[in-house]
């Protein structure tokens, strides 16, 4: 079993960059799929970014590629997300998630492990 923490949200400029991390706890995140999720008020959880066991295999949803990056560091066991050219409809607490299954998935019910969301806010 795998804890994850996220930390790193916080308020930012339109046009402005954050970085996200996931730290994990428990056992090494290349036994998992690791996936990036984010939910606005009154919206469902969405998709945002996903890094195979491997790390050979990357997605990002539409809406974030090109701006947003996600990675892992084996050393400090933490899988990060960095965000740039950020506007305001990227505001909303994003998850780190786990999954124990191999390919990528953009459903959150594949992924078995959350953690407990960061806040992020684009004023405009």
């Known amino acids: 079993q795998v804890q994850l923490v996220e930390s790193g949200g916080g308020l930012v400029q339109a046009g402005g960059s954050l970085r996200l991390s996931c730290a994990a706890s428990?056992?090494?995140?290349?036994?998992?799929?690791m996936g990036w999720f984010r939910q606005a008020p009154g919206k469902e959880r969405e998709f945002v970014a996903g890094?195979?066991?491997?790390?050979?295999?990357?997605r990002y949803a539409a809406s974030v590629k090109g701006r947003f990056t996600i990675s892992r560091d084996s050393a400090t066991n933490t899988v990060n997300l960095q965000m740039k050219s950020l506007n305001p409809e990227d505001t909303s607490v994003y998850y780190c998630?786990?999954?124990?299954?191999?390919?990528?998935?953009?459903?959150?019910?594949?992924?078995?492990?959350w953690g407990q969301g960061t806040q992020v806010t684009v004023s405009s």
């Open positions: 428990g056992r090494t995140l290349r036994s998992y799929t």
């Open positions: 890094l195979s066991r491997s790390g050979d295999n990357i």
């Open positions: 998630a786990a999954s124990s299954a191999i390919g990528i998935s953009a459903q959150s019910s594949a992924y078995n492990y």
